[in-house]
Each structure stands twice: as structure tokens, then as C-alpha cells.
């Protein structure tokens, strides 16, 4: 199940009534993506992890005087295929192909040589939804990274009682934790414990299990309104005209979304190569298809209905229990790493305060300036790091924030440059307490008040201890 197929398909439900080709070419100069040696690689949730990360300062990481005692990583899995459905699309680009080349189009000598030299290669069905290879390449370098900039903590060989991996029951959030294990420990990565996945997982895919959250966005049509009369609107109206005179063939609707989607995905699956689809799109397109994106995370995930943050409560009161008990010196583990999807990232950095525009997106905005942009805080590989350092000095806990190995102010700490242990409680603090039954009115209990993810972590620990004492069994 991935959180993006239907929302696509709204936008594509309105594209397709939009469709029209206009048969006259004028003679101007066209946007030509084999000339543009800067070209526009913002492609919302389907960009790959390279083209729109950070570089990881260690300095900003942990400042000056302070020691990191704790690591929290939660992190969407790397470049995948697309789903069943959208790889079966694909299917159309051959003859997509063929007819651009035959047609009069606008596209310039290099991306019509570029087109006729593509081919859909070994691309089938029984990929859907499957890691890449620069997937796992996109988690096992930032893996390495991370642990250069702290060695003090990553770079000690497994523990259990060190290191804390954790992933969904899908291949693609696995892969990504086997390439992280890699990039931390190299061929010692076997031996690292992967507890068997959870489904549904009440931790990373809290959304999952939150009944108001299912009914009142997830299959509620109308919670995606402002992203449906975005694209049923002028703007895109005017695209899909302006994209059929380029292609000098008639677009209906679905083939600008599979034009999207091939654009995007192989310049994700090979970024160091240009891709050709990209050529059907000028950059204030691609803008325009963005703006569509955004907005449909925005009210799937974002800001746009309260219960979307609101049941992010679980993976809040995660983190704040691992950073509390470092704080009172029990440290263990030291590194958590969550392995997870877009619908988790989006919801926690809502329910955090990141990328909250002053006023809301809606289909009118598009013109507007806005923080939220998943093509900065949604993009394959997307992560959220908090590190947790004992200072010297006044500082004492001192809590840092990267997002994409940029770094990040905490929403509402004074500071830029991260937060200390006794601001970032203020804000946060209240989230300690997570009446998540409550709050997504579960008639099945999830998390009843006793039931807190301490006690389910205290009890897993009395269950191990008491598996390894064989004579309390005698
Ligand atoms: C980690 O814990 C798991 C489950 O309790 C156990 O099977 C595994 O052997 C442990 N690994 C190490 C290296 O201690």
C-alpha cells in the first residue's frame, strides 16, 4: 500500500478532462533540457535523494564542547520502482515515442536524438514497489556520512545494546535498513539484528492504525478537494495545451501524469544521466505538476487536517523517550534507526512545527511563496535526524535537528543552531503524554494508557531476560 497512488490519480482524474491539442507551430526559440546545463530536478515525493540533499556538516550536528550520547534516525526508504499499476503505464511510452518523433514537434535536435535513443529497457511489472540500485545506494552512503561525522556513537561495532534498527513488511523499507547496516558496518552488517517486521506496525505506521485517520482522510475523497480544483483549474488547463503543441501530439489527460512519472523516476533511478521524458516539460511545468503534489501531501499529511499530525503521537512520545532516558543516563541503545515511508516523515514534521506556512495551500496559491515543498522534505530517502549531546559548560543537553543533512532550527528554540535540553521540553514536553486511542477514536485499543510504548518496551525486555534465564522456566 503506498500513500501516493490515489492521490495521483486525482490529479490525473481532472487532467484528463483537460486534454486538447493545438496543430499550428510558431517559430520561436523553445525550452531545450539537452541546452540546460542547470535544469529544474524538483519532482515532489519522486526525487531522487542526491539531487535535492543536504551536505552533513558534523559541526552542525553536535557544536563545539559537546559530546552526542544519543542518535534518533527516522527515515523514508531510498529510489524504488513505481507501483504495479503505474509500471503497466510505462507501457505506453513506446508508442508515445514513436508518435512524438513522427509529429511536428517543438522539441529541439538534442532531446528528439535523446528520445529516439530511449528505450523502456528491462522495466516489468514483478518490480512494483522494489528498492533500485541507487536506492540502496542513497542509504548505504548517508550511512557512512552520518557515521563520519559521529564516530563516537556509529562507529562502534553491533550491539544490541548499542544500535536499534526497525523496518515496515515491505522489501523496499528492508532493503533500506540492510544498506544503512552496510554503511555503518561493512561486511560485519550480517550480523546485524533486524527484528521481524510488525504489520500493521503501530510505531512507524501509526497512520495505519488510527481510525479517524483512515475515515476522515485516507478514504475520504473530499479531503484532497484543494488538490483536485487545483488541477481541474487554469493553471494546469494551460499546461496540458501548452504540452500538446510541444509534443505536437494530442495529451489526454493520464499521459502527462505517465510523463511525469517517467521524467522523474529515471532521472531518480540514474541522476547523473539526463531524462529524456523531462524534455515534454518546460520548468514552470514541472512547477505546476509540483504544486499539485504539494498540495495533496499537504492535506494527506500536512497541515491541512489536524488528525494528520495529531496521530503522529506515537513516533513523537518514541522520541522523546529515547532522548529523556539519555538525558537521565540510561542510554541504551544509544542509535535508533527507523525504516519507513513518506505518509510517517510528513506527519511527524507537521506535528514538529517544520514547513508551516502562515497560510494555508489551497488550489489558489500557487503563486504564493511556501515552506512546504516535498521536494526538500519528501524526497526518497527523506530523514529526520536528532542528536542528542552532553556539553560542557552552560549548554548541559543540547538537541540538533537535520533534515536531509541540512540542518534544521527546531520550531520555537531561540536558537538556530538546535535547542537546549530544557527549551526543546517546553515545546515538546507535552507530547510525552499520547492518548492515541483518544485522539484517533480506535474502538480497538492500541494504546491504552497503561499500555504506553515504555511499558511494551519494558515488557519485550522482561520477556527477553526471562527467555535467556532457563531455570525461572523450570
Ligand atoms: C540481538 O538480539 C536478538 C534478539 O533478542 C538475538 O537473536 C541476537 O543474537 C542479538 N545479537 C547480538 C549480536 O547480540
Redesign the pocket.
Known sequence: MDDSVWIMSVCVLALSLNGRSIGFRLKEKHYCLSDDINPYLKFATKTGYNLQRGTLDPESLAPEGCEPIQFWHLLRHGTRYPSRKDIAAFGKLPDLQRRILEADSELCDGDLEALRRWSLGGLNETWNYIQTPEGDLELLELAGRFKNAIPTLLGKP???DSFKFRHTKTQRTEASARAYAKGLFGEESD?V?MPRPLDPDPLIKFYDVCSKYQREVKDKPEALEEAKLFAEGPEVAAMVARMSKRLGISLTLDYVETLYDACRFYKAWMPSEMSVWCAAFTPDDLKIMEYCEDLEYYYESGYGHVINYESACPMMKDLLLHLSNAVDGRSVPSSTFYFGHSGALQKMMARLGLYKDAIPLTHEGFEQDRLWRTSRHGIFTTNLAFTLSKCTGEREFWVTLMVNEMPVQIPGCPDTAGCSWQDFMKIYGQYENCDFDVICENEKEYYSSSGSLYYLHFLTKAF?LLGNVPFLWS
Request: proline share 0%; charged share 0%; aromatic share 50%.
Open positions: 553491533f550491539s544490541n550480523m539484528y527477553f
